[in-house]
């Protein structure tokens, strides 16, 4: 069993910029896949980034806007959101599986509790 925290949320006028943080505990293993994602009220949960042994994933909407990045000491996986949009207003979940990301939530055994994220215009 592998526990994620996340932490970094808040509330910020579009343009603005958020770092989500993931904190794994010990029995997280930082050569596995850790991934964001992220769901609005009244959709499912998209995967937005992701990082598995140095490569990071992209959704389009988020490209050249968020950066994942980790810090393998810390087991701490980051997201830097900048220009943010009214769009990006959801919950963020870290989640992380075994080996290589997968595309699909329901791939992900381990989930943290989210961190609210919303964006005003």
């Known amino acids: 069993q592998v526990q994620l925290e996340e932490s970094g949320g808040g509330s910020v006028q579009a343009g603005g910029s958020l770092r989500l943080s993931c904190v794994a505990d010990?029995?997280?293993?930082?050569?596995?896949?850790i991934a964001w994602f992220r769901q609005a009220p009244g959709k499912g949960r998209e995967r937005v980034a992701s990082?598995?042994?140095?490569?990071?994933y992209y959704a389009e909407p988020v490209k050249g806007r968020f950066t994942i990045s980790q810090d393998d000491a810390k087991k701490t996986v980051y997201l830097q959101m900048a220009s943010l949009k009214p769009e990006d207003t959801a919950v963020y979940y870290c989640a992380t599986r075994f080996d290589n990301c997968a595309f699909e939530a329901q791939d992900y055994p381990f989930w943290g509790r989210g961190t609210q994220v919303t964006v005003s215009s």
């Open positions: 010990e029995y997280a293993n930082p050569r596995d896949c």
């Open positions: 990082i598995y042994i140095g490569e990071a």
